[in-house]
């Protein structure tokens, strides 16, 4: 596992309070929501607010690509990347 997607599911695991679970319990490709790893919409805001302020990305809730970038640990570690340049 890349450092960015083990950052990522940390950040995932601290932010949401998943007590119990490990980076190697999240699937990198698993969708993070519904019959994924069951996040909602809350969670969603909450993981996007901790993604800016640990790794300054620009998010836009009204934009539909932001749906995708959030459908897993791996789509979000390519968005961050790209990102950053």
């Given amino acids: 596992m890349d450092s960015l997607s083990r ?10 309070n998943l007590k119990g ?18 996040l909602d919409s809350i969670d969603a805001l909450e993981l996007g607010l901790a993604l800016k302020k ?6 836009s809730a ?3 690509a932001m749906r995708q970038h959030f459908y897993s640990v791996e789509t ?10």
């Fill in 7 to 16: 950052d990522i599911k940390i950040l995932i695991i601290e932010t949401l």
């Fill in 21 to 38: 679970m490990t980076p190697e319990d999240i699937i990198t490709d698993a969708p993070l929501f519904g019959d994924g790893l069951g």
């Fill in 54 to 59: 640990q790794h300054g990305v620009v998010l």
């Fill in 62 to 64: 009204e934009s539909q």
């Fill in 76 to 85: 979000l570690a390519h968005f961050i990347s790209e990102q950053r340049g």
